[in-house]
C-alpha cells in the first residue's frame, strides 16, 4: 500500500503584531529586525486561546480538503513544544473537541523539528500496522505565551500558528515521502531552550522571578549548527533518491529566519525564487512552520502532481530532519 497526505489545513489567529508594535514594547526597530531576521510581521493568539484551540481550527480544514469524519482517524499525533498542559497530552484534547473518537493520541516534542519527526512517526506506524489507515500529524503552537517580551533577541522572533495533515493509505502503490532524515544533537541542549517548568527546575518564585520559564537562545551558535544540520540532512535524502536540486520544485525549511533559509538554499545549489517562504509575515512559529508553507502551496496550487518537494528543520534538543515528497 501506497501513503498519501490526503488533506493539509492550517489557521493563525486574527490579531497581527508588526515590527511597528514592537517598537512600542521593546527595545527595537522595524529596520533591525526586518535585516537581521526577515520579519515584518507575526500573528498573536487570543489570552483565551490555547494551542489546541489553534490546532482544531488547522485540522479542521485538513478533513474537510480530505472529505474525512473525525471518527474515522486512527490516530493524532501532536507537535508541540507550548502544549496547553504538561498533562493530559494537546492531542487527547483536540481529540474531543473535533469527536476522533477511535483514535488513539499523544504528543511529541522535537521543537522545530517536530512536524518533521512527527510525520515520520505516523509514516511508520502506517507502513508496520494493518490496524492503521488514516493518521492526523499536526504542529501547533502558541510561542507569544513563552517569550520574554523584555528580551529583543527572541521577542521579535515568534509567532503562533498551527499546521494540520492527514496521511492516509492509498490503494496504489505509490508513497508521497520517498526518503526522510531525522538526527538530534544533545551536547547543545543549552543553546535553546526553557529551563524551567519541568522537573529539572519546577516552578518557583526563583525560577519565575528570574524569567526561566521562557525561550532563551544562543542566536549565532544556533545560525551556524542549523545551516550545516539541514544541508547535510537535505544531502542525506536526496543522495538515498537521486533526485539532484534542479529537480526540486520547493525547497521548504522551517521559517527560522531569512538568513537561515537563505544560507540553506545557496550551499544545497537550490535557487532562492525555488525557496518557500512566508516567514516574513508569520515569523517563527516552530512546529508549526513547515505545514503552515505547505498547505499555502497546496491551497494556491504551487505545485503540481509528480513534483518534488523537500522539507528540513532544525530545532531545540538539538534536532533536525528532512523529507522529501513526491506533490
Known amino acids: ?34 535585516t537581521r531576521t526577515g520579519i515584518e510581521q507575526r500573528r498573536v493568539a487570543a489570552d483565551d486561546q490555547a494551542t489546541s484551540d489553534l490546532a482544531y481550527e488547522a485540522a479542521r480544514k485538513a478533513l474537510e480538503m480530505a472529505k474525512l ?17 504538561i498533562f493530559p497530552s494537546t492531542a487527547c484534547i483536540l481529540q474531543q473537541k473535533i469527536g476522533a473518537v477511535k483514535a488513539f493520541c499523544f504528543d511529541l516534542e522535537a521543537a522545530c523539528s517536530g512536524l518533521i ?53 492509498d490503494a496504489s502503490n505509490e508513497c508521497c515521502i520517498l526518503a ?3 538526527g538530534a544533537d544533545g ?8 529551563p524551567a517548568g519541568g522537573s529539572r527546575l519546577p516552578a518557583s518564585e526563583k525560577t519565575i522571578a528570574e524569567k526561566q520559564h521562557y525561550i532563551q537562545m544562543e542566536g549565532r551558535d544556533v ?14 535524502v536526496m543522495a538515498e533518491t537521486g533526485i539532484t536540486a534542479d529537480q526540486i520544485k520547493w525547497l521548504v525549511p522551517h521559517q527560522a529566519n531569512y538568513r537561515i533559509l537563505k544560507a540553506v ?24 512552520s513547515i505545514g503552515l508553507c505547505l498547505d499555502e502551496i497546496a491551497r494556491g496550487n504551487y505545485a503540481n502532481k509528480g513534483d518534488y518537494v523537500l522539507l528540513t528543520a532544525f530545532g531545540g534538543g538539538l534536532t533536525w530532519g528532512s523529507i522529501l515528497l513526491k506533490w
Not at 515590527?19 to 526586518?34: A, C
Not at 551536547?187 to 531552550?193: A, F, G, R, T, V
Request: with cysteine; charged share 25%.
Open 1 to 34: 500500500m501506497g501513503i498519501k497526505i490526503s488533506g493539509i489545513g492550517s489557521y493563525v489567529p486574527e490579531k497581527i503584531l508588526t515590527n511597528f508594535d514592537l517598537e512600542k514594547i521593546v527595545d527595537t526597530s522595524d529596520e533591525w529586525i526586518r
Open 69 to 85: 469524519d473525525a471518527s474515522e482517524l486512527d490516530a493524532i499525533i501532536v507537535a508541540s513544544i507550548s502544549v496547553d498542559h
Open 117 to 169: 519527526y512527527s510525520t515520520e512517526v505516523a509514516t511508520s506506524l502506517l507502513r508496520a500496522n494493518d490496524k492503521y489507515n488514516k493518521i492526523l500529524v499536526l504542529g501547533a503552537e502558541k510561542l507569544t505565551s513563552e517569550v520574554n517580551w523584555e528580551d529583543r533577541n527572541t521577542c521579535v522572533l515568534f509567532g503562533d500558528g498551527a499546521a494540520a495533515m492527514i496521511l492516509e493509505k
Open 180 to 182: 526522510s532524515d531525522l
Open 187 to 194: 551536547s547543545y541542549k543549552d543553546i535553546l531552550q526553557i
Open 223 to 236: 545560525f551556524k549548527l542549523a545551516v550545516n544540520a539541514m544541508v547535510n540532512s537535505c544531502k542525506k
Open 265 to 288: 538554499a545557496q550551499r544545497l545549489r537550490i535557487p532562492e525564487d525555488k525557496v518557500y517562504m512566508n516567514v516574513n509575515r508569520f515569523g517563527n512559529t516552530s512546529a508549526a
